[in-house]
């Protein structure tokens, strides 16, 4: 038996989608759970990457390496969560009141067409507002949530740090 063949090693492979955000997290959180990093791809018209990993098959720890890599996984897919109610709740209110202002504007509409002056300019006024209120709702709304959920995201990050710490010392060991 010569050398070459001792050497031999065979690698697991793993693709992780990911927002172009979270890449640089991904490539240097996945480090510590064995995995190295092989490049990512970028898919058109997104703000998505495939970011491509390849780790020895017969890695010690490999359980406890895995169990963290789940935490790992999890913590980030709830960073992503959190980021997405950030203008979720916000989006629904702005197109709530925009939709009832564009309901008042057409109920107007109908009363102007009947002859109904005074009931068309009562029910105008709220619309038009309805469609100016929105902008001013939806950023107020917005700075609220990411103000509610910025110490849950740091939290997770400090849990996300804390596993890929556990890795390491994994790794290392």
Not at 77 to 84: D, S, Y
Not at 126 to 147: D, H, N, V
């Amino acid at each position: 038996m010569t050398n070459q063949e001792n050497s031999f090693v065979g690698f697991e492979y793993m693709e992780v989608p990911a927002k172009r955000s979270m890449e640089s997290l991904y490539v240097d959180s996945y480090r510590n759970f064995g995995w190295e990093y092989e490049g990512s791809s970028e898919q058109e018209n997104s703000d998505h990457v495939t970011v491509k990993f390849k780790r020895n098959r017969k890695i010690r720890n490999k359980a406890e390496l895995s169990r963290l890599q789940r935490q790992f996984e999890s913590c980030t897919h709830e960073i992503e969560a959190l980021e997405r109610s950030r203008t979720t709740t916000a989006t629904i209110a702005a197109f709530s009141i925009g939709l009832v202002g564009t309901a008042l504007l057409g109920c107007s509409m109908f009363s102007y067409l009947n002859g109904m002056l005074p009931l068309m300019v009562i029910l105008a006024v709220p619309g038009f507002l309805g469609w100016i209120i929105p902008c001013f709702c939806y950023k107020k709304l917005q700075r609220t949530k990411a103000a509610q959920i910025a110490p849950i995201i740091e939290q997770k990050n400090d849990e996300i740090y804390a596993v890929c710490e556990q890795g390491c010392r994994l790794l290392t060991a």
